[in-house]
């Protein structure tokens, strides 16, 4: 069964860091290309960032750019967000997403999908 599980969210500092995390089960991170989504209120979902098969292939959202940084783990089967100097505006509910193609700007073409992390940062 796959199942992508999130965590690390939560309530941070403006210019501080939080670090979101989604472990999958049931497939191989390194079999798909990786995607951050942000859903803020009253606004689509939005593209951060993206990793692809290999680990390469990295694109940041010029709001992320230079603060973000994505990863994954493919021992512990785990996708990250690592986001420092963090700004209230990057509030929001943060989502992994998954998807066997390299098209990672539009929600629609991701695969499967994380439950989502609320992020908080207050100023």
């Known amino acids: 069964q796959v199942q992508l599980v999130e965590a690390g969210g939560g309530l941070g500092q403006a210019g501080g860091p939080l670090r979101p995390s989604c472990a999958a089960s049931?497939?191989?991170?390194?079999?798909?290309?990786w995607g951050w989504l942000r859903q803020s209120r009253g606004k689509e979902c939005e593209f951060v960032a993206v990793?692809?098969?290999?680990?390469?292939?990295?694109l940041y959202a010029a709001s992320a750019k230079g603060r973000f940084t994505v990863s994954k783990d493919n021992a512990k089967n785990t996708v990250f967000l690592q986001m420092n100097s963090l700004k209230p505006e990057d509030s929001g509910v943060y989502y992994c997403a998954a998807n066997t193609t390299y098209t990672y700007h539009y929600a629609e073409s991701y695969d499967y999908w994380g439950q989502g992390t609320q992020v908080t940062v207050s100023s």
């Open positions: 990793i692809g098969w290999s680990g390469g292939a990295i």
């Open positions: 049931g497939f191989k991170v390194s079999k798909y290309v």
